[in-house]
């Protein structure tokens, strides 16, 4: 099992940057994928950035070349950098290990308890 703890969410004005960071613990070893997802009230989880072990990434079309996620593998902490940000990227951000999608929606074994990120206009 892997335990994940989302923090760096906050109130930030339109076009403002906001760094959100995930800590992982336990069963890391297993982990090839590291996510951060989204998901406003009334919407489905959307995918954020996903980064692979070796350091590839994917991007939801929304944030491509806005958003940057990173990991530190010596503090075992996956980061999204988030800049330009809009108010309907109001979400709580969550970040998870593994994620796959199936049946329309996005499943993990671990997800984090989410950091809430809310973008004034």
């Known amino acids: 099992q892997v335990q994940l703890v989302e923090s760096g969410g906050g109130l930030v004005q339109t076009g403002g940057s906001l760094r959100l960071s995930c800590a992982y613990s336990?069963?890391?070893?297993?982990?090839?994928?590291l996510g951060w997802f989204r998901q406003a009230p009334g919407h489905q989880r959307e995918l954020v950035a996903t980064i692979r072990d070796g350091g590839s990434v994917d991007y939801g079309d929304s944030v491509k070349g806005r958003f940057t996620i990173s990991k530190d593998n010596a503090k075992n902490t996956v980061y999204l950098q988030m800049s330009s940000l809009k108010p309907e990227e109001t979400a709580d951000y969550y970040c998870a290990a593994d994620p796959v999608y199936l049946g329309g929606t996005w499943h993990s074994d671990s997800w984090g308890q989410g950091t809430q990120v809310t973008v004034s206009s």
């Open positions: 336990g069963n890391i070893r297993g982990i090839n994928v």
